[in-house]
């Protein structure tokens, strides 16, 4: 869906709507409109940042190198 969501068809929401074998398992239309609500909002807000080029904070990063030691900049360059 983040790369490819023009392959999205009515396939794929029927399979989560109506798909599951535990009615438990399937999800609402609400479900599915938050979740994608949710997941443009992230998806554009990050495209934004990078567009813009925005780095992190050098405060925060030297922070996190305090608190976590060297593991934080493996986890903040991958």
Known sequence: MAFCPWNLNQ?????????AEN???N???HDI???SIIFSTY???CGLC???GLIPDLDIV??????????ALELMIS
Do not use: R, S
């Open 50 to 52: 990078a567009g813009m």
């Open 43 to 45: 998806h554009g807000l």
């Open 11 to 19: 396939e794929h929401f029927h399979n989560l709507i109506k798909g």
């Open 33 to 35: 409109l938050k979740a």
């Open 62 to 71: 030297q922070e996190l190198l305090t608190l976590m030691g060297p593991e």
């Open 27 to 29: 999800w609402t239309v």
């Open 23 to 25: 009615q438990k398992d």
